[in-house]
């Protein structure tokens, strides 16, 4: 089974995104104890999961390892991963990067990566995601506001760079639907990955899939995760958000 096919090979399309805000936790449970609860709320409705590095890094080691720990266990139940890491550098420093998490102690299937200074950034990840049979999946279209000013002038490149590479997918912000579309359509055998849905206002996921409803994973972080926040009841909260959202894409990927 490719890296792709892994993404897909649940009943889902629903990507669960792992932001464990410490200030947001529910009293008393600590950062790994609340993303083990969340894997298993939302298993039944989820094709993967998504934990953002940067919410374990500002924990320091006991974060870090906590990551591991996460990542560990969304392997062990079956469940592909991604890395949000958003790597981006040149030579030896990219080789390491890709060892980490390509193999190494942050093992992942896929991780997110920023292309910005140049294709060469990429190159170790995709020579390695090529020998694991993992994903790189490069932020093309994100879904910041600001995000068209610079992304503009790189799409076309990176379009191409994208078209040409299996092990690539594309995160494509679920903010900005006419792009989606229009990604699509250039990309149609690419693996999105689909940020924005939920808490940030993307709606309109129909563009983002291809005409068999397949080719995308769309997440959803804050609006699960913290869906039982100033409730009492914060784990049926998160399994009941979970539901929804999956819901809601299936009737969009339907259409």
Same mark, same amino acid.
């Given at each position: 089974m490719g890296w792709r096919d892994r993404f897909e090979a649940r009943p889902s399309a629903l990507c669960v995104g792992l932001d464990p805000m410490a200030e947001k936790l529910p009293r008393g449970v600590g950062l790994l104890d609340f993303?083990? !609860?969340a894997i298993a709320l939302a298993a039944p409705f989820a094709a993967c999961f998504k934990p953002n590095a940067a919410?374990?890094?500002r924990e320091g080691p006991e974060g870090m390892r906590a990551f591991a720990e996460v990542l560990r266990a969304i392997r062990e139940r079956g469940f592909p991963s991604i890395a949000d890491v958003k790597r981006g550098d040149v030579g030896s420093t990219a080789e390491a990067y890709a &060892? #980490?998490?390509f193999g190494g102690p942050f093992d992942a299937d896929a991780i997110t990566l920023n #292309?910005?200074?140049?294709l060469d950034a990429v190159e170790p990840f995709r020579r390695r995601a090529r020998e694991r049979d993992r994903g790189a999946i490069l932020l093309l279209r994100t879904s910041n506001p600001g995000a068209g000013r610079f992304q503009d002038a790189a799409e076309p490149a990176l379009v191409e760079a994208i078209r040409r590479e299996p092990a690539f997918g594309a995160v494509v912000g679920a903010t900005d639907a006419a792009a989606g579309k229009r990604l699509r359509a250039a990309l149609p055998d690419?693996?999105?990955?689909?940020p924005g849905f939920g808490a940030q206002g993307g709606g309109d996921l129909g563009a983002f899939f291809d005409p068999r409803g397949r080719g995308a994973v769309v997440n959803s972080s804050r609006a699960i995760l913290f869906a039982g926040e100033g409730k009492g &009841?914060? *784990?049926a909260a998160m399994r009941d958000a979970a539901r929804a959202a999956? &819901? %809601?894409?299936? !009737? %969009? *990927?339907r259409r």
């Amino acid at each position: 089974m490719g890296w792709r096919d892994r993404f897909e090979a649940r009943p889902s399309a629903l990507c669960v995104g792992l932001d464990p805000m410490a200030e947001k936790l529910p009293r008393g449970v600590g950062l790994l104890d609340f993303c083990l !609860e969340a894997i298993a709320l939302a298993a039944p409705f989820a094709a993967c999961f998504k934990p953002n590095a940067a919410f374990f890094e500002r924990e320091g080691p006991e974060g870090m390892r906590a990551f591991a720990e996460v990542l560990r266990a969304i392997r062990e139940r079956g469940f592909p991963s991604i890395a949000d890491v958003k790597r981006g550098d040149v030579g030896s420093t990219a080789e390491a990067y890709a &060892d #980490a998490y390509f193999g190494g102690p942050f093992d992942a299937d896929a991780i997110t990566l920023n #292309a910005g200074i140049g294709l060469d950034a990429v190159e170790p990840f995709r020579r390695r995601a090529r020998e694991r049979d993992r994903g790189a999946i490069l932020l093309l279209r994100t879904s910041n506001p600001g995000a068209g000013r610079f992304q503009d002038a790189a799409e076309p490149a990176l379009v191409e760079a994208i078209r040409r590479e299996p092990a690539f997918g594309a995160v494509v912000g679920a903010t900005d639907a006419a792009a989606g579309k229009r990604l699509r359509a250039a990309l149609p055998d690419t693996l999105f990955l689909v940020p924005g849905f939920g808490a940030q206002g993307g709606g309109d996921l129909g563009a983002f899939f291809d005409p068999r409803g397949r080719g995308a994973v769309v997440n959803s972080s804050r609006a699960i995760l913290f869906a039982g926040e100033g409730k009492g &009841d914060w *784990r049926a909260a998160m399994r009941d958000a979970a539901r929804a959202a999956h &819901d %809601a894409i299936e !009737e %969009a *990927r339907r259409r």
